[in-house]
Nanobody, 126 residues
């Protein structure tokens, strides 16, 4: 039974930074990707970033303008989302999720992820 746990959310002023962490435990396969999604009130869940654990390949949502960076620490089974130059529009609940045994073409599709964390709130004040 795989478990994903996010941490690192909080309240930050516009222009500030946060680093989210996602720790994956309980799975038996290392051939997966970890994706970050976010959902703001009244909006659909949005793809933010993802990283393939085996080779470290990264993917990003189109609206981020290079402000976010995803990275990994395989020894800790952790994936991080560094968020810089935050703006109020980044306010959302951020989720990490596992994509197992899927093609990279599906990495932006939330429905292909099989396990999700509980989410962590990020609030950016203006």
């Amino acid at each position: 039974h795989v478990q994903l746990v996010e941490s690192g959310g909080g309240l930050v002023q516009s222009g500030g930074s946060l680093r989210l962490s996602c720790t994956v435990s309980g799975g038996t396969s290392n051939s997966y990707a970890v994706g970050w999604f976010r959902q703001a009130p009244g909006k659909e869940r949005e793809f933010v970033a993802a990283l393939w654990r085996p080779n470290g390949a990264t993917y990003y949502g189109d609206s981020l303008n290079g402000r976010f960076t995803v990275s990994r620490d395989n020894a800790k089974n952790a994936v991080y989302l560094q968020m810089n130059s935050l703006i109020p529009e980044d306010t959302a609940v951020y989720y990490c999720a596992r994509l197992l045994n899927q093609k990279s073409s599906t990495i932006r599709i939330s429905g292909r992820y099989d396990s999700w964390g509980q989410g962590t709130q990020v609030t950016v004040s203006s």
